[in-house]
């Protein structure tokens, strides 16, 4: 997600309360019971507001052990909850489990507190696999939000998220679930292959993770190797293109009187983006990736999925916007994208360790494609009457941010512990000022304690080991290190990570 914050890589926050309690991260290993594939027949209905989906996933045991209980996460029934406590007009969206089966039999389930969780009674014992056919139908709720709907110029978007069963990882003997949370997420890791039929009215504009097509309301999705498939579709969609690096970015979005130059930047943006995060980091594993304008809420600015992302369009469709929108367009962009690398490719426990991902991305939005001299910020400050951006400023702006961090590690400074989970932040510190500030400085502190060049090094090393797997903290570490072990380094290692909370 990016949360709309205007600090720009402040220097550390100076608190360290601590307390301690018993909340390791699992080790990231692949999970030895996980969906390789997953068929999808999902139908909405634009005048009821509703889903009626159908997900037959093929489900694998490849550990030694058999399990009693497979593990669907019905995750749209932790967001419902949420809404309905929070918005008024959400309550009438509710979800539905209608069956579970296998081989044509119909199993039963129990779900705890959590009703995201359908233990499903079905044996599987260590080698085999089945077949698991999940129906549900579940009310699209009318919010602002990546699950919901909006009525935007006399049409509609919906934004489709957190509304498509899936099996939940079981790693190290365990299913691995979270609970919902709204200022950030609690989705799995693990990649498989999604073929989805995506049903809705001829006059839709359908945008989705991997590739589609749509002929006659039907749209046809293929995400392989992918975490999961996101969907936006509106009857006010228009819809742009461009290339970078060989892939092609769509842009949907909507008419408004800045929508020329909202569409002209976002691609703009997004191009720049792929083209520096590539060099930095690594190769992009898709061919395509879709953008998507909509209204998500006050406080979020964007929300990734690989192969697609949401952009928040707050006052671009109002005839006036604050000029500022430019500029945040950019860094919702950037960060959306960044996200592809972290997230998206390397995936990492988003409510167990936040700032992993959160954290990484947001320096790749505001530390590296911020500090690039670049044509989209250059477009961006033309459209805001500014002056300021020069190459000659950012070259400034880099020197400032290096001095910084290089007084943060000279005269020892305090900083707070980033890798707590998202329910227990330190003692005094935000959720999201830990994933995404702290969780910034640590990775930019670190860029010039160990000098750019084996930064990068490590940072591209991360990425390729972790290539469409999922990572942890400590992984994290050991390829630092494997770069630079230094007392410097390890200095700053041991102001930001607390090392009660690592995986073994
Ligand atoms: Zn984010």
Redo the contacts with the bound molecule.
Sequence with gaps: ???RTTLLLSSAVTIAALFSFNSKVQAAADPTIKATNYNMTVKLNTRKNQLTEKVTMHVVNNGNEPVKNLLVRNIASGVLKYDHKHFKATRNATTSVKSISSDGQKLSYTTGKDKSNLFVNKNLNAGESTDLTVNVVTGVPKRQDRFGYQNINGGKVYNLSFCFPYLSDYRNGKWNYHPYYDAGENRNSAVSNFHVSFFAPKSYKVAASGQSTTKNGKTTITANNMREVAIAASNKFKVDHAYANGVRINDYYLASKNSKQYNKLALMTAQDSFHIFTKKIGKYPYKEIDITEGLLGKDTG???YPGLIMIDASGFLQKKHPLDRYNELTEDVS??V??QWF?GTVGSDEYMEPWL??GL??LLENGVYDLAYTKSKAYCAKLMHSKFYTRKNVKRANKILKENANQFINKNQKASYINYPVNNPPKGVDTEDMA?ELGMDFPAVLKVAMGETKFFDALHDYYQTYYLKQATTQDFLNIIRKYDNSKKVNNVINKFIDPKYLSE
Aim: glycine share 12%; aromatic share 12%.
């Design positions: 997600m990016k949360r964007g929300m990734e960060h959306e960044g996200h997230y991902d959160e991305t947001n995404y």
